[in-house]
């Protein structure tokens, strides 16, 4: 039995659709979501490692496992609202492609929501607002059960700004 044999006829049409798969997260009451694929782990939040003369949104490193991960806090990338850590805050593990390669780093959000599954028609691109709001790190924009989904493309997010060597030094 062939392997597409096993898939049902809807998640047919959604590999026909180009449709991927986006884990979503809340901040600050709005949800976002980055590629499935990208996703390492989702940790719960442990004390990191502040690391001096870095962007006030580098909380700093963790140790996962023998690699130093550099730990971005997207309230204070986003400029929004500093809020107090609570038991929904986790970190995200992603894998970020750039500047050369891959690397490994984690995001810290309020909430972790869903997986959605959004195909290439359902997406929609970000607003023009000319050069006074910088939307380059958007995807795109989703509608899914009725609530606006922001998809975020997390390669130029955390590169942009966020520069870490191969040898996980921030700079």
């Known amino acids: 039995m062939s392997v597409m044999q096993n898939i ?44 001096p003369n870095t962007p006030e949104y580098i909380q700093g490193v963790i140790n996962l496992r023998g690699t130093i991960i550099p730990i971005i806090d997207l309230r204070c990338r986003f400029g929004l609202e500093n809020i107090s850590y609570g038991p929904t805050t986790v970190v995200i593990v992603l894998k970020v492609v750039g500047g050369g390669g891959n690397r ?39 509608a899914v059960s009725e609530k606006m989904v922001i998809i975020l493309d997390i390669d130029h997010l955390l590169n942009a700004g966020v520069m870490v060597s191969d040898d996980g030094q921030i700079h």
């Not at 449709?19 to 939040?45: C, H, M, P, S």
């Not at 959605?116 to 028609?121: E, G, P, R």
């Not at 997406?123 to 607002?129: A, I, T, V, Y």
Request: proline content about 4%; glycine content about 8%.
């Open 8 to 51: 049902t006829n809807d998640e047919k049409s959604e590999i026909n659709s180009g449709a991927n798969q986006y884990l979503t997260f809340i901040l600050a009451g709005e949800e976002y979501g980055v590629d499935i694929l990208r996703v390492q782990e989702i940790k719960g939040w442990n004390k990191v490692t502040p690391i």
């Open 104 to 142: 490994i780093m984690g995001i810290v959000v309020d909430a972790v929501s869903d997986v959605y599954n959004v195909s290439l028609d359902e997406m929609k691109q970000p607003p023009d607002f000319g050069k006074v709001v910088s939307v380059d790190f958007i995807k795109g924009l989703a």
